[in-house]
């Protein structure tokens, strides 16, 4: 039998497919479907194969799908609410004069519309800027970290990371305090260098990603961990053939985004071993196209994303190069950066 | 208050007879749509028409847990029922079984865990929290939600006493649980039953470790907690 390769043909297969209609199992996702449609989008933006995908009338349907997942002040005016919620599940938007409770955007989502938006070709001019800036004001919490909406109880370091990209893609940081940001990174590094959800927390991988990045684009890295040999040895001990995202685990497909994409961070991703980890990746990359989880696990889009920006970061030909703190490919961040000069 | 069988499509149970479901709108050109089941799409159907209104009704209750049965991490349909859930002033005793109940199916969801502490802060009786995430940590002695809430009921409740000793029981059932390893840095640095800074908590703590890292040289969890 021929050694397992890279299958790019059946990955743009694979997104397109979960672009058109996701299997019922995913529904236990809609939440946060716009999360989902963003993997397939990213996916097929590092494929190189978004244009081939849509026509400029899908491309510009999908656009105004996203706008209509647009929690605006006309909307609702509790506070903390406004941003894009994850797609349409909890109910019409247009009805203010019964009341509509219980609609609110989450950062998580606001994170993967904006980003969504910029892989299509926006240029962000229809966003609600002021009105996400002023959210902010009112989800981030006193300790420095942030909730994704006003009915959460979830402070922690994944919602931070998500707020900093939107920071960052609407350039006005002026709803968001960054010291006390710092501060809260920083009290989420443990003992053995790693970083937590939450201080006190075990240290997570994905979680390295979200404070690496944060501080790289609030322009703290410098500063904001002191002890960056100590950050980089917990990376770098996280490789075993793939990688695992906690101590003593096993390898996972999208810790080798969530991890690698901070070593690329910190500017340190020639530390790991890219033979090793390929042999891993080939093994949970389906023959359908897509990556699950571990080997014997069937893809998600989740998995098959990281999978894929995974193989993006260790080179491979034909597939985009990304920005990692920000999770989307160069070219389409500098076209969104052209778009919105003119 | 009884309610019909929920084998029975809402359509055709009488309390929702008054109900106008909503279908979801999602559009010309919609991107990833989901592929619902019928059981699905109908019960999101009413949720959409009574979660405008807000509702605070039982049937609204009961049609939140139909929702999350189906979907865990529908945060809107938690959010909705811990209202439905103060407004109504259910025995929330009866919501912490039905939430054992959850947690044995769904001990991965974030939702579930922090409406938990939500219940725990009105009832402000931690009582039978740590037998129950014990129960659920036998299952999954990673969870690291269940870690996490633990975390808060220990601070919140100053539960300290004991703590230590299950940590060890946990040790001495896999020595490679990094997040018990973790909950015993928690425990010795922010707990009130040891002094952290001082030298014989500091001994002892290198010599526990040391000894675990005898056991298993190569196991990484007591090297770098030594280290820490």
């Known amino acids: 039998m021929d050694p397992p390769t890279f299958l ?9 497919r979960c672009l058109t209609l996701l299997p019922h199992p995913y529904q236990s996702e809609e939440s946060v479907r716009l999360s989902l449609a963003f993997f397939c989008l990213g996916g097929l933006d590092v494929l190189g194969a978004l244009d081939a995908t849509l026509t400029d009338d899908q491309r510009q349907g999908h656009i105004d799908w996203v706008y209509a997942q647009q929690v605006t002040p006309a909307i609702t005016t509790v506070p903390g609410t406004h941003g894009f919620r994850g797609g349409p599940f909890d109910g019409p938007l247009d009805d203010r004069v019964n009341g509509v409770n219980y609609v ?19 240029d962000l001019a229809r966003v609600d800027r002021k009105a996400i800036v002023r959210s902010m004001t009112y989800l981030q919490q ?15 370091i994944r919602f931070l990371y998500c707020a900093c990209v939107i920071c960052h893609l609407l350039d006005d940081w002026s709803g968001f305090d960054s010291d006390r940001a710092v501060e809260f990174i920083r009290r989420c590094q443990n003992y053995d260098g790693g970083i937590a959800t939450s201080p006190g927390e075990e240290s997570h991988g994905g979680m390295m990603l979200c404070a690496t990045a944060s501080l790289k684009l609030m322009g703290r890295l410098a500063d904001g961990l002191p002890d960056r040999v100590a950050v980089l ?17 096993t390898d996972d497909t999208c810790y080798s985004f969530w991890v690698g994409a901070a070593l690329k961070v910190l500017g340190h991703y020639d530390l790991i071993d890219d033979n090793r980890q390929r042999e891993f990746l080939l093994t949970t990359q389906r023959h359908i196209g897509g990556f699950g989880k571990a080997p014997t696990e069937y893809p998600d889009v989740l998995h098959s994303y990281m999978g894929l920006v995974a193989f993006s970061m260790m080179g491979e030909s034909g597939l985009a190069e990304i920005i990692p703190e920000l999770n989307i490919s160069k070219e389409s961040y500098q076209k969104f950066l052209v778009k919105r000069c003119v | 208050m009884q309610f019909e069988s929920d084998d029975l499509p809402l359509s055709q149970r009488a309390e929702w007879k008054d109900v106008t479901p909503i279908p979801q709108d999602d559009g010309l050109h919609p991107i990833a749509p989901i592929s619902y089941t019928k059981e699905y799409s109908e019960v999101m159907d009413y949720f959409r028409a009574i979660s405008r209104q807000k509702e605070l009704s039982p049937r609204a209750l ?17 959010a909705y029922r811990l209202d439905i859930l103060k407004h109504l002033n259910v025995d929330l005793r009866t919501e912490l079984t039905f939430l054992d109940e959850f947690a044995e199916e769904n001990p991965k969801t974030y939702q579930l865990w922090h409406h938990r502490r939500e219940i725990i802060k009105l009832l402000d009786d931690p009582s039978g929290e740590m037998a129950v995430i014990a129960k659920i940590l036998q299952e999954d002695s990673k969870n690291f939600h269940a870690w996490s809430y633990r975390q808060w009921i220990l601070t919140r409740f100053q539960l300290w006493e004991g703590e230590l000793t299950y940590i060890e029981l946990m040790l001495d059932q896999d020595v490679r649980n990094n997040s018990a390893w973790n909950q015993r840095y928690f425990v010795v640095t922010r707990g009130n039953t040891v002094t952290p800074d001082s030298g014989a908590t500091l001994q002892r703590e290198i010599d526990y470790s040391l000894a675990k890292i005898r056991l298993a040289p190569n196991n990484e969890s007591p090297w770098v907690y030594c280290r820490g």
């Open chain 2, 62 to 78: 009961q049609l939140t847990e139909e929702i999350i049965w189906i979907n865990p991490g529908h945060y809107t349909a938690w």
């Open chain 1, 142 to 156: 006193p300790n420095g970290g942030i909730v994704p909406h006003p009915y959460s109880a979830e402070c922690d």
């Open chain 1, 233 to 249: 040895r917990w990376c770098i001990d996280r490789q075993n053939q793939g990688f695992h995202g906690r101590i003593n685990k």
């Open chain 1, 8 to 16: 790019p043909k059946k990955h743009i297969a694979y997104f397109q």
């Open chain 1, 104 to 122: 609110t955007a989450n950062l998580a989502t606001t994170y993967s519309a904006l980003l969504s938006l910029v892989i299509l070709g926006d």
